[in-house]
C-alpha cells in the first residue's frame, strides 16, 4: 500500500483555526443544531409508524416518500442555489422545516396522526430539505479562506455528526420516555435556531448564473459531473451504497434490533455509528492526505460491518459493526467533498452537488419500499448477509479506477 501523506502537525497548529471566522462559527452552529434535531426524527419516525400499527412495508413506504422527494427536488435546489442566494436557500428552507416538523409532532401527540399523513407531510420535508442542501454543501467554501478550508470541511462534519451522535442516542430514550411526537417537537425547535444562524450570515455570493433555463443549467452541472470520471464513478457507487443500506438502517434495523433487543438498543445503536463519525472526523483534523479520495475509499469499505452486526443478538456487537462504519463513512465523507471543493469552479458548485445529491441517492427510495416485501420474504438475516455483499463489491469497484486512486489534494491544510 502506498504511505500516507501526512501534513506535520506543527503546521496544522501554527494555523488560525476555522472557528475564528464568524460566518464559519454561524454556518456550523445552524448545521450542527439542525443535525442534533434530525438524528432525533428518524428513530421517532420509525416508532411512530409501528405504534399506528404499521408493518415493515408501511414504514419503508413513508421513509421512501421522503427520499424520493429530496431527491427529485435537489437538482432544482442546486440551479437555485448558484443562481440566488444560498444563505436565503438556507434560512427559508430551516423556517418551513420547523413549521412542517410541528404539525407532525403536534398531529402525534394529539393522535390525530396516521401513515398516509406522515406520508404527506414526510414529502413537503422532503422538499424543503432538498433546497437547500445543495446551497449548504457548497457554502462552506464562503466562510473561510481557502488555506484553512480543509480543516474547515472536516470541523464541519466533526461538530454535525457530534451532534447527531447525541440526537441518535437521546432520540431512543425520548421516544420510549415521552412518545414520538415530543420528541420530533425538539426537531422543530432545532430547525427554528438554525434558521436564525442561517440568516445572520454575511457572506459573498457567488457570481450567479445568466443567460440560460434552468434545464440548461441543468445541463451544465450533468457535464461538469461527466468530465470528471471520479465524480461519476464514486457517485454510482454511492447510488449502490444507499440503494442498499438505506433500508438496512431506516427499515430492517428499528425492527430487528429495535423489536428483538430493545427501542433504546436501537438508539444506541445509532448513536455509535455518530461515535464512529466522531473519531473519524478528528483523524481527518490532523490527517491530510495527499490522495484523500483514495484513502477515503479504503476506510469506506467498514462500512458493510454495520448490517452484518444487525444479525447478531449482542448489543455490543451491533454497537461495533455500527462504530466501525461511521468511522469508515466518515473519512470518506471528509475526502469526497474536500475532492469536491477544491476541484470543482465556484460558480457551478451547488448543481454539481446536486447531480452528487441526486444520483447518489436516486435509488434509496426504491431500496426503502422494496426493503420491507423482500426481507420479509427471504428473512431478515439473510437480507442483510446480502445487502453487506453488495455494499463491500460496490465500495471495492472505485479502487480499481485510476482516477480515483491518483487524485490529489490541491492544498492539505
Not at 436565503?88 to 402525534?108: D, I, P, W, Y
Not at 415530543?182 to 459573498?204: G, K, N, Q, S
Not at 437480507?383 to 455494499?391: I, Q
Request: charged share 15%; with cysteine; net charge positive.
Amino acid at each position: 500500500m502506498p504511505p500516507m501523506n501526512v501534513t506535520p502537525a506543527a503546521t496544522a497548529v501554527r494555523r488560525p483555526g476555522p472557528l475564528r471566522h464568524r460566518n464559519f462559527r454561524l454556518l456550523v452552529t445552524g448545521a450542527s443544531t439542525s443535525a442534533l434535531g434530525n438524528a432525533i426524527t428518524p428513530v421517532a419516525l420509525a416508532f411512530a409508524v409501528l405504534d399506528l400499527g404499521g408493518s415493515a412495508s408501511d414504514l419503508g413506504m413513508v421513509v421512501a416518500a421522503f427520499a424520493l422527494a429530496e431527491v427529485v427536488t435537489t437538482l432544482f435546489g442546486g440551479v437555485l442555489g448558484d443562481r440566488t442566494s444560498r444563505r436565503m436557500m438556507m434560512s427559508g428552507s430551516a423556517a418551513g422545516s420547523a413549521l412542517v416538523q410541528a404539525v407532525v409532532a403536534g398531529t402525534l401527540v394529539a393522535d390525530v396522526a396516521t401513515i398516509p399523513l406522515l406520508t404527506v407531510l414526510g414529502v413537503v420535508t422532503g422538499c424543503l430539505s432538498a433546497l437547500s442542501q445543495p446551497s449548504a454543501s457548497a457554502m462552506t467554501r464562503m466562510t473561510v479562506p481557502a488555506d484553512v478550508l480543509s480543516r474547515a470541511i472536516a470541523m464541519r462534519s466533526l461538530l454535525q455528526t457530534t451532534a447527531s451522535m447525541v440526537g441518535f442516542a437521546v432520540g431512543g430514550v425520548l421516544v420510549a420516555g415521552i412518545g414520538p411526537g415530543w420528541a420530533i417537537a425538539v426537531d422543530a425547535a432545532t430547525f427554528v435556531v438554525a434558521a436564525v444562524c442561517f440568516a445572520a450570515l454575511r457572506v459573498e455570493q457567488a457570481p450567479a448564473t445568466t443567460g440560460g433555463t434552468i434545464l440548461a443549467e441543468l445541463r451544465e452541472g450533468f457535464a461538469e459531473v461527466r468530465t470528471r470520471r471520479w465524480l461519476w464513478i464514486c457517485i454510482l457507487m454511492a447510488l449502490v451504497y444507499h440503494l442498499m443500506f438505506g433500508g438496512a438502517q431506516g427499515v430492517v434495523g428499528p425492527i430487528v434490533v429495535g423489536e428483538g433487543i430493545g427501542r433504546d438498543a436501537w438508539g444506541f445503536a445509532l448513536g455509535a455509528m455518530m461515535v464512529g463519525f466522531v473519531v473519524g472526523g478528528l483523524l481527518c483534523l490532523r490527517w491530510h492526505p495527499r490522495r484523500g479520495l483514495f484513502w477515503g475509499s479504503v476506510f469506506l469499505c467498514l462500512t458493510p460491518l454495520f448490517p452484518l452486526a444487525m444479525v447478531s443478538d449482542r448489543l455490543s456487537v451491533i454497537l461495533l459493526g455500527a462504530f466501525l462504519h461511521g468511522f469508515g463513512l466518515q473519512v470518506y465523507d471528509v475526502q469526497w467533498n474536500a475532492s469536491i471543493q477544491e476541484q470543482v469552479p465556484d460558480a457551478k458548485l451547488s448543481r454539481v452537488y446536486s447531480v452528487d445529491v441526486a444520483g447518489s441517492f436516486v435509488a434509496r427510495p426504491v431500496g426503502l419500499a422494496l426493503t420491507g416485501p423482500l426481507a420479509e420474504a427471504v428473512g431478515f438475516d439473510r437480507w442483510l448477509f446480502l445487502v453487506a455483499g453488495v455494499m463491500l463489491l460496490a465500495e471495492i469497484a472505485p479502487l480499481l479506477v485510476r482516477d480515483v486512486r491518483r487524485l490529489e489534494r490541491v492544498a492539505t491544510g
